[in-house]
């Protein structure tokens, strides 16, 4: 398993394929072996490194993931089967914005496209069991979230701004408590109030 996992990490860094850092995928895997977590929905699989990451905390769990990305999912689904792990990680190839799920989630973690993070957060909140926990991942987005002065381009000052919402987004809603840990990229771990 090791190997795999470096594996991945290396072909990610080669094709420039962003998967969590390493201080964020090892806090997460925390949060789901503290928190007692036995089903997840990812959206955002890319080769499927943070899926096998948590499906690993412990044999109980069981993870539904979705990608839009053909090349990707198909090498995620390669990663899955090479960790023995296809019986417990599901991956659904769709804009996640376009599908609607049935099964409820004790925890759901977004890491797909930061411009579509509330659409995301809205429409899956739906599949969260009551005290179930939604991470949010990259909210610093390479540090410019928080010195939005070394932006160069118009495209990427536009993200942050994205990001930016988001945030303001978690910080005023009722219905979820938000913490922000400065880990990886910027972490945000969203509890349902009862
Ligand atoms: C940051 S990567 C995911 C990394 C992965 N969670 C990991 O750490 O190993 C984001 C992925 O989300 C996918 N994505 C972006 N928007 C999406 C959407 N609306 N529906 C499904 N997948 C999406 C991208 O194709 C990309 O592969």
Sequence with gaps: MDNLIKEMETYAEE???????????????KII???EVKNILE?????????????NVNETI?????????????????NI?????????????A????????DKYDLIFID?????YIKFFNKFKENLNPKGIIISDNLSF??????????????LRQLVGKIRKYVDFLKDNKEFKTKFYKVGDGIAVSIKED
């Design 15 to 29: 094709k420039n394929i962003p998967i969590m850092q390493k201080k964020g995928i090892d806090f997460l895997c």
């Design 33 to 35: 072996e503290k928190g």
């Design 43 to 55: 959206i955002g699989t890319a080769i499927g490194y943070s899926a096998i990451k948590m499906a």
């Design 62 to 78: 069981t993870v539904t993931s979705v990608e839009r990305d053909e090349e990707r999912y198909i090498l995620a689904l390669k």
């Design 81 to 93: 089967k090479k960790a023995k792990l296809d019986k417990r990680i599901n991956v659904i190839f």
């Design 95 to 102: 804009d996640a914005l376009n599908i609607n799920l049935e």
């Design 112 to 116: 797909a496209a930061k411009s579509q």
């Design 142 to 155: 390479h540090g410019y979230v928080e010195q939005e002065e070394r932006i160069e381009s118009r495209n």
